[in-house]
């Protein structure tokens, strides 16, 4: 994991070679002293991020029935009764649209912890305003919407990562620079 | 003698534009110039604290509501076709705002944290990065999808099509950004090794995106903008800039940070991808493409007839210096080489010009962009084979691929009229 199989030509590889050889040089210590370590607090301010593999997905579940209680309370004004009709984006489409096209359902989550919904922020350590149970919850019900997983079926740190997303492309993504 | 030629060229110029009206140079058409005209209290014998424009300056940007698939919480087009030289005044500069409601920070308030596969985790006020050694840089900002019709399909494709540089290409804008290298704050906190990644996160609803720590090094972390604060719909009072890289990379209102081993294939990473018609996929990829747009005589303007005209434009390339500029002025049957203004920077917006005399006949106009590593701006057909699409196709879907840079041409008309031709 991590290994990059970028393709770099000698002459972007050398900056960064020269770069790294610094960063290496001056890795003892210190130049400036200013910042201080954060506390733990900080530490876990604002979200970590989720990967495809479920790393940092919390404990709690939802499914697409529960879900779609909190979706008519808190999302519908924006995206829709049914996540059809807008105003703002549509998250559910015929076809491949909408949230189909996405290549994991762990963004899905992540985007919801993240950002929904989108009051104005006033301080730089907050973080989403739904709990884990309605963030799984509101993906189960915009995956089961979008015909990708059955209205019963439990959303978790777990299940989520193991949902195929229908337009994902079959090669590991993760580390492929295509030049087309 | 070169001075001279160009001394007069300037004397004639200035005073065709007082002629203005007389010499029949019409105002922009709608949609350009605005009505933000500023107020008549405004008069050159005010002496404001925080100076405004004239006001009979009027030009402004078209902030609107995203529209289409591609739905945006609010989106700004800088007006290219009434700008001059390279840099873009703050308050022109384009807008792409997904995260909602914008934040509103209190600097005094702010941090940053530095943390993951690092040493030292590190927290930092404003106040310290302030006191850490600068430096400034002139670059553009570019959304990766500008001049795509896929940003431009929900704002125009009910109508005509996107008609004005601004339209066609408004998402970029130039500046100079004063801050601190990234590279810096991370040699403070020691980068462990195997780490690959850096994951910028932003307020603005949590923003992440994920960079390739081997192509970072220019990265900074910004608080100036042309010489002030940077603007709050830029990411006050801190940002990421990541020259030549698409615009959502450079994270507004910045607040971490995190060291990593591999991407976080956040939804905005997902949106750095294309899929080819024939399945494969481009995942980060960051530099834009070389690129340009001539903004004069564009879709913005109407010629009067014909008689002398200054061809110029803004040229760049995520990947380095615009080393060349050619222009056609005959649909690309035949190109010259353009003249190129000072300072040509990399990773800049570059101004061009060329001298060209109208002999009132229809003809197109279009600009080709080299930049140092070699690489020319493909034409749309180019363009289209490459992608395994066709134009048609394009045209019909809206679903151009992001990082979208065919040569823009404007089809000037027997009647002075000029036309977006990029799909005819």
């Known amino acids: 994991m991590g290994v990059l199989s970028m393709r770099c030509s000698p002459r972007l590889l050398l900056p960064v070679i020269a770069w790294a050889t610094a960063i290496t040089a001056l890795a003892q210590g210190p130049t400036y002293d200013l910042g201080r370590t954060p506390t733990a607090e900080e530490s876990q301010a604002c979200c970590l991020p989720i990967t495809p593999d479920g790393t940092g997905l919390p404990p709690g579940n939802g499914t697409a029935q529960q879900g779609a209680a909190i979706f008519a309370q808190k999302c519908a004004s924006c995206h829709g009764a049914t996540g059809r009709e807008g105003p703002w984006d549509v998250l559910v489409a015929e076809g491949d649209e909408a949230l189909r096209r996405r290549f994991f359902a762990t963004s899905i989550w992540d985007f919801i912890h993240r950002y929904m919904p989108p009051v104005k922020r006033t301080r730089w350590d907050q973080g989403g305003l739904l709990k884990p149970d309605e963030v799984y919850a509101l993906t189960a019900f915009l995956l089961h919407q979008n015909r990708i997983i059955g209205e019963t079926e439990v959303m978790d740190a777990k299940s989520l990562p193991q949902i195929h997303m229908p337009n994902r492309p079959s090669d590991d993504l993760r580390f492929k620079d295509y030049l087309p | 003698m070169k001075l001279k030629k160009d001394d007069r060229r300037r004397f004639l110029k200035r005073g065709a534009a007082m002629a203005g009206v007389a010499v029949g140079v019409l105002p922009p058409t709608r949609g350009q110039t605005g ?93 310290e990065l302030k006191r850490l050694p600068s430096i400034s840089r002139i ?235 070699g690489e020319v701006q493909p034409t749309i057909d180019e363009m289209a084979k490459i992608w395994g699409a066709t134009k048609e196709e394009w045209k019909e879907n809206f679903r151009t691929p992001s990082l979208f840079n065919p040569i823009q041409p404007w089809r000037v008309n027997r009647d002075g009229s000029i036309v977006n031709a990029l799909f005819s």
């Open chain 2, 35 to 127: 009505s933000g005209m500023s107020p008549d209290s405004i008069s050159p014998g005010k002496h404001l604290p925080y100076g405004v424009r004239s006001r009979f300056e009027a030009t402004q940007r078209d902030y609107s509501k995203g529209g289409g698939q591609y739905r945006m919480s609010g989106s700004a087009g800088t007006p290219l076709q009434d700008l001059h030289g390279i840099i873009t005044p703050s308050p022109l500069h384009f807008v792409i705002s997904h995260g909602g409601t914008p934040p509103d920070f209190d600097p005094k308030e702010h941090r940053l944290l530095i943390q993951g596969m690092v040493d030292r985790p590190l927290i930092f006020t404003l106040e």
């Open chain 2, 139 to 373: 670059c553009f900002l570019e959304c990766g999808a500008n001049s795509s019709y896929r940003l431009s399909s929900g704002r125009y494709h009910n109508g005509t099509g996107p008609r004005t540089p601004m339209e066609t290409h408004g998402r970029t804008s130039c500046s100079e950004w004063s801050g601190v290298l990234l590279s810096l704050l991370l040699r403070e906190a020691g980068m462990q090794n195997g780490a690959h990644w850096l994951i910028g996160e932003g307020a603005e609803g949590g923003w992440t995106i994920s960079i390739p720590l081997e192509k970072s090094a220019e990265v900074m972390v910004v608080y100036g903008q042309n010489g002030e604060a940077i603007r709050p719909e830029q990411g006050y009072p801190l940002r990421l800039v990541c020259p030549g890289f698409p615009g959502d990379h450079s994270v507004k209102w910045l607040r971490r940070v995190l060291v990593s081993d591999q991407p976080h294939l956040s939804d905005r990473d997902e949106g750095q991808s294309t899929v080819r018609a024939d399945g494969r996929n481009r995942f980060f990829k960051p530099e834009m493409p070389p690129k340009s747009v001539i903004t004069y005589p564009s879709g913005a303007h109407r010629l009067s007839g014909p008689g002398f005209y200054e061809i110029t434009g803004v040229a760049w390339s995520g990947k380095g210096v615009v080393s060349r500029l050619e222009i056609s002025t005959d649909g690309g049957r035949t190109y010259q080489d353009a003249r190129l203004q000072n300072p040509v920077l990399p990773k800049a917006h570059t101004r061009f010009c060329l001298d060209w005399s109208w002999d009132g006949r229809e003809t197109v106009l279009q600009s080709r962009c080299t930049d140092e590593t």
